[in-house]
């Protein structure tokens, strides 16, 4: 088995005697067939093949498939954003009238599209701290309950999820764990290896990594076994009959009835895919994903070291530091490294945080993180501003919290030019 640096290069596409090097872009939205048989086969789920890019197109599958060898799972599906992916892997399997459990410690829009826009749709989610007890773990859960959601590496907290111990509670509930694995990437954590079901991304960060192309993924590790909990998963395990009455546990298996649910059914009706073009832009990315990692892991840990020991910091937190309160989570399932993000506060609080980040001259203030760019966020005032204090509270992050997306320039020049924007302070 090719080791996941040799899967980043090579991995999802490989060309046969006299065919593109390169994961050809197959810029079509359709797909000519000689009988009305033949098509009709593709729409029975009888036959693989393509016939309409909202579903499924060959450069998409090949990406999709690389994610999926390098996450150790069985399939995968892209999306346009990490977004969708979030929504749809829920979605597949909670629907009105039913419950999720999740870490309260989670992206400040992924949290809105559960408290807000899916309690819209009749779907109910209970916010754990994931430093909760064991019992207040096991409470949390309902009849109901259709599965556990966590971040790998919370943004822009940087809690580390004891993935073992929430997949153990999901499966003595009997449900699936979904884990957002965004900011470790498979490089740095398999979330899969520990026991999660599912895996997402927003293939927008570290995956693409130049701030080029939008795009999430989904994940299937193939082990759940949807059939030995029928009652909880009807749309899985009984007939589907906006699709010809397919039920795909029985069809597909465990290996292949979540993704073909989610592409069939949720794809086609919501219509979330990522462009050729744009799979094409993330494979590129992909491809030196293990050098990146290493280097923003790196950079990262010296910048940490650095704010560690600075008289106008008041906090660091980054848990590839001796002494950080989720330390011994990281060097249990992060030991390669703990991502390129560091948080911290600056002593003043939401003033002082941002007459900082205004003199950075490398440290761009940009909606972005885990990109080759240094770049920096007060999200306090911008992806979580729609959280009151309590909420940013719970999900631990302060008014005074600043996040640094640490690149891959040369370290020395980004520490001389945190020096020079903490001087102004």
């Not at 079509?28 to 036959?47: P, V």
């Not at 430093?131 to 919370?154: H, M, W, Y």
């Not at 546990?249 to 050729?276: H, V, Y």
């Not at 600075?310 to 590839?320: E, L, M, N, P, Q």
């Amino acid at each position: 088995m090719e080791r996941i640096e040799t899967l980043c290069v090579q991995g999802g596409y490989c060309p046969g005697s006299g065919e593109p090097r390169q994961v050809p872009i197959v810029q079509s939205t359709t797909f000519k067939y000689d009988t009305s048989e033949d098509m009709g086969k593709l729409f029975d789920l009888e036959a693989e093949g393509y016939f309409y890019s909202r579903l499924q197109n060959p450069t998409c599958d090949h990406v999709a498939k690389k994610i999926a060898q390098l996450e150790g799972a069985a399939a995968a599906m892209l999306t346009s954003s990490g977004q969708a992916a979030n929504f749809y892997a829920v979605f597949n399997i909670a629907s009105c009238g039913d419950h999720v459990v999740a870490s309260s410690s989670i992206y400040g829009g992924t949290y809105n599209l559960f408290a807000v826009t899916m309690k819209k749709m009749g779907v109910e989610f209970t916010f754990v701290s994931p430093d909760c007890s064991q019992e207040e773990l096991d409470a949390a859960f309902r009849p109901n309950t259709k599965a556990v959601f966590g971040e790998t590496i919370a943004n822009p907290a940087l809690t580390v999820l004891d993935i073992e111990r929430f997949a153990a509670a999901a499966h003595s509930h009997g449900v699936p764990l979904i884990v957002d694995n965004t900011f470790a990437t498979p490089i740095l954590c398999r979330p899969i290896q520990w026991g999660a079901d599912i895996v997402t991304h927003s293939t927008t960060k570290y995956m693409d990594g130049h701030a080029a192309a939008l795009g999430g993924c989904i994940v299937d590790a193939g082990n759940f076994d949807w059939m030995a909990h029928a009652d909880k998963f009807p749309g899985l395990t009984t007939p589907d009959e906006s699709y010809h009455g397919v039920t795909y546990a029985q069809r597909f298996g465990k290996e292949g009835a979540f993704i073909t649910k989610a592409t069939a059914q949720l794809m086609r009706d919501f219509g979330s895919m990522m462009s050729p073009q744009s799979a094409f832009i993330l494979n590129l990315g992909l491809e030196s994903l293990h050098v990146r990692m290493e280097r923003h892991c790196a950079n990262a840990l010296a910048v940490a070291q650095y704010l560690q020991s600075h008289d106008k910091i008041a906090w660091v937190r980054y848990s590839g530091l001796p002494g950080d309160a989720y330390y011994a989570a990281a060097q249990k399932y992060l030991p390669q490294g703990s991502c390129g993000v560091v948080s911290f506060g600056v002593k003043g609080g939401r003033q002082a945080a941002e007459t900082f980040m205004k003199h950075l001259k490398l440290g761009t203030i940009a909606t972005h993180v885990a990109d080759a760019r240094t770049c920096c966020l007060h999200p306090a005032s911008s992806t979580h501003r729609q959280m009151n204090d309590a909420e940013l509270a719970a999900a631990g992050v302060g008014a005074d919290l600043v996040r640094l997306s640490v690149g891959l320039e040369s370290r020395e020049d980004l520490i001389e030019d945190l020096e020079q924007a903490l001087r102004t302070v």
